[in-house]
């Protein structure tokens, strides 16, 4: 039914109507905390109330930062967004001790009008925040201010149109070229509906989220999927997820929440954080779709969750791998509600040569995990990414997608939105297919694999970074390293997990032992502090040995290539 | 990401109250930091900064839950903020677990 609605204005509209008195979203605190939830009614009546405030001192278009601690005000400034014609911008808190994380970058990109926020982290946790923004000149609004505030409805909000912007979507930081994908009414719509039908979502299909708001996976599936099919929805603080996975299972107990999920690495945190004393009268029973996406999907966890957690009623058939990307607004493929995984065992040897073929042979063996089919309404193919050409069945090449979730491109960046988003297939007429930048292939029952990236993309705890971004933190941290030569990317450690790896070139003067052990030092605490994540290899190399093409540009691939063989020329 | 694996032996050591000094908890530390950060031991020095060795938030958390486990005490998220170095929050921490068991 909500499929008949043009808007999720729309669907918020027929909750509050329908379903007034029914719980939409709980917030359950860390440790201690009070519990915190609201109606269909109560979110309705606040996000108007944002709403009205909107439209009073801006204009339909307007973009609006959100930067909220995890909690439910973030649900009600977002809806308030939408039902103004407001575009909102989901945002990260930038991190205290960062001087420059991308949200400056962010804000330059998308030049919002207003900042939504909540009283509390302004007044006492991050009185910082006023200043870092002081530069993008916003008003402030803050979500939580009560709803009879003198502000009066100055006549009633327009009809929202399923062309409109709803919000866009910035995949996590690019402190030199964010890129912000516009998500229409229309594009939510249609993605949520696709998502609705694979995963067989109900008004029961009661779902336990930790995913951070800001991340496409924690606002799309969690929270907006939630409300479109009627469906309490329970929200966690990611830091408490990180603390206390178990508290996680608990929760979906609490509530017999039937969807959870989140990327790879959530599950393998639950078996290792795992203690049976804490799991004491858990019953996993009710938890049907355990979705796992964001980042490659590992056999080894699936496995090691099922047997981990399977004495707690959790079912093989639960785990429920999937694929997605904010480009398509989010779900590309997955399977359908209790299909669980599939993994094909394929050549390592075979896949050097873009070719999927099965084998027995030990050694050889590489384990994939199957990312579901595509979804209804939508067209996946597997294409030569030189030459365009579709490719057959089990062929390796760039995984693209078409269909009504496809979003509108990048926010007022008509080159990348042209190269990303209008690609062509050789010798078919439709123009208009979405190139992942993954590459994958599909078998003979249009199951999706996905084995590699040929983007420069560096993907951590589901978290994407840009090579550049670090790299210039490298460069900017000590004067001995060469700028515009330095390699950032990822390889896989013992446990098949992406690693971060920095290769750079030094200045011939700095080439002593003594101050070579510094340096690493501080390019180490320079990529902690600005992009939080604690590189596995730092490499200084000889003066002119980093690869390049004849035009300057860095090869990364190359790169990693070099530091896998051990053919570095390291200092 | 893959420190807990390694370390399930640490977890049997049994914390006796006015037994676990600072030096006990700072060495603990830097063992575990090291294994986690996949650095040489020697290479831990206890009065950098956090950032400086490479902890980012997630292993802090993971180190903070190591720590709850180990010294059976709770803490918040923020802990490594205030104390933001290994020789830092070993002071903290024994002071905090010997003030808890006396009270008891």
Not at chain 1, 315 to 323: C, E, M, V
Not at chain 1, 409 to 417: L, M, S, V
Not at chain 1, 449 to 463: A, E, Q
Request: proline share 4%; glycine share 8%.
């Amino acid at each position: 039914m909500p499929g008949e609605l043009a808007s999720l204005v729309d669907v918020l509209r027929h909750r509050a109507a329908e379903q007034s008195n029914d719980t939409g979203y709980i917030f359950l605190p860390d440790r201690g905390g009070e519990r915190s939830q609201l109606t269909y009614a109560d979110l309705y009546g606040r996000a108007q109330a944002v709403a009205l405030r909107l439209a009073q001192r801006g204009k339909r278009g307007d973009r609006a930062a959100l930067l909220f601690p995890p909690g439910l005000d973030f649900v009600v400034a977002f809806f308030g967004c939408l039902l103004a014609g407001v575009i909102a911008v989901p945002m990260m808190i930038p991190r205290r001790d960062s001087t420059r994380d991308a949200s400056a970058a962010i804000l330059a990109d998308c030049g919002p009008r207003f900042a939504i926020t909540c009283s509390d982290l302004i007044a006492s946790a991050r009185p910082d925040l006023t200043e870092r923004l002081s530069n993008a000149r916003v008003e402030w609004l803050f979500a939580d201010c009560p709803r009879g505030e003198p502000d009066h409805a100055n006549g009633a909000l327009s009809a929202v149109e399923r062309t409109d912007i709803a919000f866009l979507q910035y995949t996590s930081g690019s402190t030199s070229t964010p890129k912000g994908v516009i998500v229409s009414h229309d594009n939510l719509m249609r993605n949520l509906e696709m998502i609705r039908i694979a995963f067989g979502n109900t008004r029961q299909s009661t779902h336990v989220s930790w995913v951070p708001h800001y991340h496409d996976m924690g606002l799309i599936l969690g929270i907006l999927q939630s409300l479109y099919s009627g469906a309490l929805c329970v929200l966690m603080a990611p830091v408490s997820f990180m603390q206390r996975p178990l508290s996680w299972l608990r929760a979906i107990h609490d509530y017999r929440a039937e969807v959870a999920g989140g990327p790879n690495f959530a599950f393998d945190l639950c078996v290792r954080r795992h203690r049976p004393e804490q799991m004491e009268g858990i019953d996993l029973s009710c938890w049907k779709l355990a979705y796992n996406g964001a980042e490659p999907v590992r056999a080894e966890t699936i496995e090691r969750f099922h047997s981990t957690f399977a004495r707690y009623g959790f079912t093989a058939n639960s785990a429920h791998p999937a694929y997605g990307m904010a480009e398509a607004t989010l779900l590309i493929s997955s399977g359908r509600r209790g299909d669980g995984s599939i993994t094909a065992t394929v050549s390592r040897n075979a896949l050097q040569h873009h070719q999927a073929v099965s084998t027995t042979q030990n050694e050889d063996v590489y384990r994939v995990v199957g990312c579901g089919r595509s979804l209804i309404g939508e067209r996946l193919a597997v294409v030569d990414p030189e030459s365009r050409r579709r490719l057959a069945a089990r062929s390796i090449g760039e995984v693209w997608v078409a269909g009504p979730h496809v979003a509108q491109g990048y926010w007022r960046n008509p080159e990348a939105t042209n190269t990303v988003f209008r690609a062509f297939i050789d010798g078919e007429g439709v123009r208009g297919w979405l190139r992942t930048g993954d590459l994958g292939f599909l078998d003979d029952n249009g199951e999706l694999y996905i084995t590699g990236r040929i983007k420069d993309l560096i993907i951590i705890r589901g978290i994407n970074h840009y090579p550049q971004d670090i790299e210039n933190t490298v460069q900017d941290c000590h004067s001995a390293l060469r700028r515009h030569c330095g390699a950032a990317f990822s390889v896989h450690d013992q446990n098949n997990e992406e690693q971060l790896v920095i290769v750079q070139e030094v200045e011939r003067a700095y080439r002593q032992q003594v101050a070579i052990g510094e340096i690493i030092a501080t390019i180490r605490e320079a990529i902690t502090r600005e992009h939080d994540i604690a590189p596995r290899e730092i490499l200084l190399i000889r003066t002119g040995t980093l690869p390049q093409t004849t035009s300057g540009k860095i090869q990364r691939h190359l790169a990693r290539h070099l530091f896998l063989t051990s053919s570095l020329a390291i200092v | 990401m893959s420190g807990g694996a390694h370390l399930r032996g640490q977890r049997m050591v049994v914390f006796v109250p006015g037994n676990s000094s600072e030096t006990e908890i700072r060495d603990w530390c830097v063992k575990y930091l090291a294994r986690t950060l996949d650095l040489p031991e020697e290479t831990v020095d206890p009065d950098a900064k956090f950032a400086r060795l490479g902890l980012d938030s997630a292993n802090s958390l993971y180190l903070i839950v190591e720590l709850e486990e180990w010294l059976g005490i709770e803490l918040t998220s923020e802990v490594i903020f205030e104390y933001p170095s290994i020789a830092e929050l070993a002071r903290h921490l024994a002071r905090r677990a010997t003030g808890e068991n006396s009270v008891r």
